[in-house]
């Protein structure tokens, strides 16, 4: 059953998936049937007017382009008279559709979702094979290199491509990384004209293809992939300065702490070496990571050593918290260096359900953290090292306090 907001006595907004201008089930059939508005692409309301689905009389069209914000507004003003407003979507709109938006402006139980099958799942049932096991990754409007990185970490792999970050441009990257995979292309998902296609990487990079495509990446048998999860590497991994690094032990511990989201931004504050944004975007290659360093010369080597592993990160040069406008509001945050006044400049931006791991040497400044985020531990860590030809003996570090939250 769906969510139902029982205070609200306006009538909820459909979203209706189509694929190829075809509804799936009666509810969305019926969604559409009922509606005194509808929201959709020139391309999807010509599709519901060629198709089988009746209209109320005379349904108001708004077309879903330009400024997002002011579709939604009209949706706003239209519910708010007690009209019936649909949505229309391409495939599932939960899955990198409007639902995202939509849910964020007018609150899930407003919500009255009839999704087809995705893009992703048509495109898999091209190729053959099943899709639970994949990674899947939009590459609209985000830095191409954050797919290459998804697919040299994945047996199995989507990638949603763009007019900018078209398949030629995805395959190009791939073959500079020296990745090879089979590809299954699927441009047109659902309509008359829908074109399937297998080939390779280097194919893939010389071919010619409609830009709004799904690519399949699919490693050959014995094809070798990086660790899916791995982090708290020594800190001889990263290039920095006199010890400016967050320690191995730390980083395990600050990365656990941050509980990092499977997409997002994350800021790295205070970044030093930029050893935890360059292992978060390791482990989780579809996050935006920034990182946010006043020292040139520490920037530079973050920016090396994002290179060295393979990562894509964004460098910021400046002191936080000036540093911090302009910049996406974050879902997470690590603060490595800074004052209360830097952590509560991000607690500020902090998007709902989001986390601030911060670390510090100074009790006042943990205590006056813990006060903020309610979370507090002190990681002492002892390490093993050769005495002489005598034996072993183990070397405190120095300690250092974690604190974190909201949850």
């Not at 893939?204 to 830009?211: E, I, K, S, T």
């Not at 990182?291 to 040139?296: F, G, N, P």
């Not at 530079?300 to 990562?311: G, L």
Request: with cysteine; aromatic share 4%; glycine share 10%.
């Amino acid at each position: 059953m769906p969510l139902v907001d029982a205070t609200s006595t306006l009538p909820p907004v459909s979203v209706v998936g189509l694929v190829g201008g075809e509804v799936f089930g009666a509810e969305a059939g019926l969604a559409i049937a009922n509606a005194d508005v509808v929201v959709g692409s020139g391309r999807q309301r010509a599709a519901l007017a060629a198709g089988p689905h009746r209209l109320c009389s005379e349904p108001e069209m708004i077309d879903l382009a330009g400024p997002l914000d002011d579709v939604i507004d009209h949706i706003e003003r239209r519910r708010s008279l007690g009209q019936r407003v649909c949505v229309l979507a391409s495939g599932d709109p939960g899955f990198f559709g409007i639902v995202r938006v939509l849910a964020r402006r007018l609150g899930p139980a407003a919500l009255r979702i009839r999704p087809a099958p995705s893009s992703v799942a048509l495109a898999f049932a091209q190729a053959g094979t099943n899709w639970d096991d994949a990674t899947v990754i939009s590459a609209h409007g985000r830095p191409l290199s954050l797919a290459v990185s998804a697919v040299r970490r994945s047996t199995k792999a989507a990638v949603l491509t763009d007019p900018v970050n078209s398949p030629q441009a995805l395959g190009r990257a791939l073959c500079e990384q020296g990745i090879a995979r089979d590809v299954v292309l699927v441009s047109r998902i659902g309509e008359p004209d829908q074109r399937s296609v297998r080939t390779d990487v280097p194919g893939l990079a010389a071919g010619d293809f409609d830009p709004l495509s799904v690519v399949v990446l699919l490693s050959s048998e014995g094809a070798e992939t990086g660790p899916s999860i791995a982090w708290g590497l020594p800190e001889r991994a990263f290039a920095h300065r006199d010890g400016m690094i967050t320690k191995a032990e730390v980083r395990a511990v600050v990365l656990g702490k941050l509980c990092l989201p499977a997409t997002g931004v994350l800021w790295d504050v205070g970044a030093g070496s930029g050893s935890v944004g360059i292992e978060a975007s390791a482990v989780v290659p579809a996050l935006e990571v920034w990182a946010i360093e006043r020292d040139s010369s520490n920037a530079t080597r973050i920016e090396q050593n994002a290179t060295d592993h393979q990562v894509d990160l964004r460098v910021v040069v400046g002191s936080a918290p000036d540093a911090l406008v302009g910049l996406p509001d974050p879902d997470r945050v690590f603060i490595g260096g800074g004052g209360i006044d830097v952590l509560d400049a991000c607690l500020d931006r902090l998007r709902p359900g989001g986390t601030v791991v911060a670390t510090y040497v100074l009790l006042d400044r943990a205590i006056g953290a813990h006060a903020r985020l309610g979370n507090l531990i002190q990681v002492r860590v002892d390490r093993c090292v050769a005495l002489g030809t005598s034996g072993v003996r183990m070397e405190p570090m120095n300690p250092v306090f974690v604190a974190w939250g909201p949850m």
